[in-house]
């Protein structure tokens, strides 16, 4: 027997909800497909198990915030996959559950000082960081914690607080998450910034000749040779592609490149696209439409969410012409890709024009230096001047 | 195919990638791409949209003709008749 624990879908992540269950007790269930909804900060997410498995027993209650690492089903495998652990008790429901909604509050006290409140009503800690994240006036909830207190339940189960639908969340739940993680990357990685311009004319005459005879829905977009570069770059430069934990560098086996997506209402998430560096040129397109669909309607998945080991940041054709990133931790670098502008370039003591896209790189200096940087950057820049490799995955 | 029914496919596809919008008050000789705060995927899905339901195949050379809804409807109309 062993449990499937509550995932961490970020390093700003403390607790989700399950929504929905998408599988029955006694089920049988295959590698990868979803077992729960779950609701974060991003939206919802679908979980899914990596080895085929049956489900034995819900454990965690519907709409109940659980912490990242508590066991939310019992399972019943032919191995332990590494991703549960064996748990003798089952989450607890009451107060204690909320000590991780927010680690600043300390919520095993109940503040009793009526006029810290400005409606003087008793609430835990964690019950007013949810109300003020969700909208929820407290005086709207129930009140059913100790001493007749306002809990996080309370709130939770409020008839305020609106049921999510996939492809929705909360702005300010997701604004908050996301400063959680950029203020953690600013206070403890030294970022180091390099930027290149690069010549992209070959590598976008090689695309419209590609494109000519695709009908629209076939067609390859003029960042997707970018995102095979810099994925075989990657692949080329291990030290950018893996995570910094606990004061070591671990390089990734695997190229999970991922991709930020700014969603409309202030959203921003970055699902990663497994293994790009293998990936051809309509494989990566192919995977693109799927991440950016998914992330705008709902249905992303857990190791989408988990697994990226570099991201990639791409202000688009309108935005500006540079954009530095800032890296998620435990990644160790981001690559920011401006808008492709046309400019005039001395070649062979000739003036010409040409398509010219600035591509920048925040790394963490605790793992990789500047010239160790220039150079996967110039790996970058050559790879677009053969943009026909693109064709085939790497070998 | 009438301007009426390319609007309709042009605007269903915008409620579908933006449906916090309403269509009816787009100006349609504003860039869409502007109006609507939309990426180059979601510029991308209106062209494959248009493409299916008007049979009118947009080439990548001429997306900076149909930035507007009035100039998309006239490139449509042109190759239609």
Known sequence: MKTLDMPSFGA??????????????????????????????????????????????????????????NPIVKLVGDKNSGQSQELEVEISQTEPEVENFNASHKTDEVLTNESQFEHSIKATPAAKAYAQMHNIDLKDCSATGVDGAVCLDDVSHSSKAVPRKRGEFDTDQMRHAIAAVVSKS???????????????????????KLNEERTPEDRVMVNVPLMCAVARALHKH????????????????????????????????????????????????????????????????????QNATTTLSSIGDRGTDQIYGVIFPPQVAIIGVGKVNQKPVAINGRVEIRSIVNVTLAADHRVTDGQMGARFLNEIRKLLQKPEQFLGGLS | MNRFELEKVIKTAIVDIAPDVDPEELATDDDMRDELDLDSMDFLNIIVAVSKGSGVNIPEADYAQVLTLDAMCEYVESRLN
């Not at chain 1, 990685?189 to 690069?198: A, T, V």
Request: with cysteine; hydrophobic share 35%; aromatic share 6%.
């Open chain 1, 12 to 69: 700003d992540m403390e607790s989700g909800k399950v929504v929905e269950w998408c599988v029955q007790p006694g089920q049988k269930i295959k590698k990868g497909e979803t077992v729960a909804l779950i609701e974060t900060s991003k939206g919802l997410i679908d979980m899914e198990v990596f080895e085929d498995c049956e489900v034995e027993q819900f454990i965690a209650k519907l709409d109940s915030e659980i912490p990242v690492g």
């Open chain 1, 186 to 208: 600013k206070r403890e990685i030294p970022h180091y910034y390099l930027s290149l311009d690069i010549d992209l004319t070959k590598s976008e005459i090689w695309l419209t």
């Open chain 1, 238 to 305: 291990p030290d950018f592609n893996g995570e910094y934990v606990n004061e070591h560098f671990s390089h990734s086996p695997d190229v999970n490149l991922g991709i930020a997506i700014r969603l409309r209402k202030k959203g921003l998430v970055a699902p990663a696209i497994h293994k790009a560096d293998t990936l051809n040129v309509f494989e990566m397109m192919n995977s693109l439409k799927s991440i950016v669909e998914r992330s705008k309607k709902g249905g992303l998945k857990q190791s989408e969410l």
